[in-house]
């Protein structure tokens, strides 16, 4: 029972670090929490399940489409409103990211109604794999092993490419990045269209588990962004963890405590976490030299 | 021998503080050139204005950097045309290692081979680099920090390169270590235009010195002449010449330059 808990739990929490990540991309880079990635990764699911059902393509190009449409959405956010305010204060951009989450919100309801749609995926729910003491679905198991590989690509990404490195420069010191001949601007499109990408793979991988309507990412962004704010905010490794440990937690307060206020332990956490250690379990407290 | 950097009259704003006040300033091949002055003169402020890293700056005033005009221009491509520069205070990247922070100072490039090439002529002028290679750079000494913003900006290759105070809080051995690395950089024939309150260092490695009062300059001229100056001595280098009551004679020398 333990095992199963937590083994269910890691699957739902490898899809909120996602969303985690997503979001610290942003936060890092732009200094701001996105408010619109949920809708951001909702509407990307939407057109993956265009491109699936209403055309007939298959799923490895629905899936393919769906990611470049999030890419594109993501970069052209950040060039339509981001880039515009000029010297914007953290209120100011929260209020931008506030605002496009409701563009979008908006378009999907238009487009595709509040129905409730079912996107049809390769990889079953019910089918179980067997792993000694306790069982996996298929689905599961394909979340947890595309949500490792993703982190790895990241890590490999921010490690050993230019342009990662000078991305991670660029949200360091972006006088320094620009004086160095980075172009951030650039930087930006690039960070708003990976973190789109990233969210767009969790909304995907999430809605044949949950059902494909406008609300499909409303829960998950708070608890991806409260798995942020539980490793940090600023390290990736910090908030993909954070979002590992919401998910297990969460599960396994389902599983012995309540069912029904399992949505509540995220909050609960969150609360604990702004009171005990507010920087996030996994921020590095580092000590700028003057 | 050519102009590399000729300024004209330039004024900046910072908001509504006027900050540089008509500044005139050539950068020949081949030479170190000093500007001195007080704390809040404006030194820092004529660097970021050429670099363009002040919006909508220079108010006044044109600036030509291998005969083309870069005034407007943002910092991303002044960079690509061969001009560095070292800030104030470092800005290193701080949880970047010693090597990625160098390897950001080549961003611009694609060359591999004059990057590596690269690469061991600036641990050849700092070999504390070297062993601190994969350390962040914000765990650094200061004056390791400072080595490595230089090296981090020579690695662009360029034509001319900008030093804002890099004696800024190092040691007396540590900055007489880091001039005479300047030297030995401009000797490969790279300009610099150095920024300093170190009147006697600066003046003893440069060429031309210039000093800045307010947003102007108020003397230019060789650095060996410079430094027998009685003014500069007096006001830039702490050299106590006759002392007259009440300091009237501070005044009267004051006087003279404006
Ligand atoms: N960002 C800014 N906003 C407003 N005023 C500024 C700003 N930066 C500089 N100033 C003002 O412009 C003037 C020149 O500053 P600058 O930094 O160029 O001086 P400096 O000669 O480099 O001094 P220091 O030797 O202390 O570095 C100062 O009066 C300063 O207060
Ligand atoms: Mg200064």
Redesign the pocket.
């Known amino acids: 029972m333990f095992l199963q808990l937590l083994l269910s739990g890691l699957s739902f929490g490898s899809l909120y670090a996602l969303i985690a990540l997503a979001m610290v991309i942003i936060y890092k880079t732009s200094e701001v929490p996105n408010f619109g990635q949920g809708e951001m990764a909702m509407l990307s699911t939407f057109v993956a399940f265009t491109l699936l059902v209403t055309y007939g393509h298959s799923f490895a190009i629905s899936f393919i489409g769906a990611l470049l449409f999030a890419a594109l959405l993501g970069a052209f956010l950040e060039f339509v409103f981001l880039r515009r305010a000029k010297d914007p204060n953290i209120l100011s951009l929260i209020l931008i990211t506030l605002g496009f989450e409701m563009v979008l919100y908006g378009v999907a309801s238009w487009k595709w109604g509040a129905d409730q749609r079912d996107l049809p995926f390769p990889v079953s729910d019910f089918d179980l794999v067997n792993l000694g003491p306790a069982v996996i679905s298929y689905l599961n198991l394909a979340t947890l092993l595309v949500t490792l590989a993703l982190m790895l690509l990241l890590f490999l990404f921010f490690r050993y490419t230019k342009v990662g490195i000078a991305m991670k420069a660029t949200q360091q010191n972006p006088m320094a990045a620009r004086v160095n001949g980075i172009r951030v601007n650039r930087i930006l499109s690039v960070t708003w269209a990976m973190s789109s990408t990233i969210g767009a793979v969790a909304g995907i991988m999430l809605a044949p588990v949950a059902t494909l309507d406008p609300n499909l990412m409303l829960e998950p962004l708070l608890k991806g962004f409260a798995s942020a704010v539980l490793g940090g905010m600023t390290t990736l490794v910090g908030s993909a963890l954070g979002g590992y440990i919401l998910g297990i937690i969460e599960n396994l307060f389902g599983g012995y405590v309540s069912l029904e206020f399992k949505s509540i332990v995220a909050f609960g956490i969150i609360v604990l976490v702004l009171c005990f250690k507010p920087s996030g379990l996994f921020a590095k407290h580092y000590i700028k030299k003057v | 021998m050519g102009t590399l950097l000729e300024i004209k009259n330039i004024e900046t704003f910072?908001?509504l503080?006027y900050?540089l006040r008509g500044v005139s300033l050539t950068v020949e091949d081949n030479t170190i050139t000093a500007v001195l002055?007080?704390?809040?003169?404006?030194?820092?402020?004529?660097l970021?204005t050429v670099m363009g890293l002040l919006d909508d700056q220079p108010d006044k005033g044109t600036i030509e950097f291998l005969g083309r005009r870069i005034d407007g221009k943002d910092p991303e491509v002044i960079v690509r045309m061969g001009l560095s520069y070292v800030p104030?205070g470092r800005e290193v990247f701080d949880e970047l290692t010693v090597k990625e922070n160098l390897l950001m100072g080549a961003y611009i490039r694609r060359d591999r081979g004059g990057i590596k090439s690269d690469f061991d002529r600036i641990y050849g002028y700092f070999p504390i680099l070297k062993q601190r290679e994969n350390q962040w750079a914000g765990t650094l000494s200061g004056g390791e920090q400072q080595m490595l913003a230089i090296g981090r900006a020579l690695m662009n290759r360029p034509k001319l390169l900008f030093l804002?105070?890099p004696s800024l809080g190092l040691s007396p051995l540590l900055v007489k270590e880091i001039f005479r690395i300047i030297v030995e950089i401009s000797r490969q024939g790279v300009s610099i235009l150095l920024?300093e309150?170190n009147a006697r260092m600066a003046l003893s490695i440069s060429h031309v010195g210039l000093i800045?009062e307010n947003?102007r300059f108020v003397m230019k001229g060789k650095s060996n002449e410079l430094m027998q100056d009685k003014d500069v001595q007096e006001f830039y280098m702490g050299v106590r010449s006759e002392e007259s009551a009440k300091g009237f004679q501070r005044w009267k020398r004051k006087k003279r330059w404006r």
């Open positions: 910072y908001g503080i900050a002055g007080n704390n809040g003169a404006g030194k820092s402020t004529i970021k104030e804002d105070e920024v309150q800045l947003g």
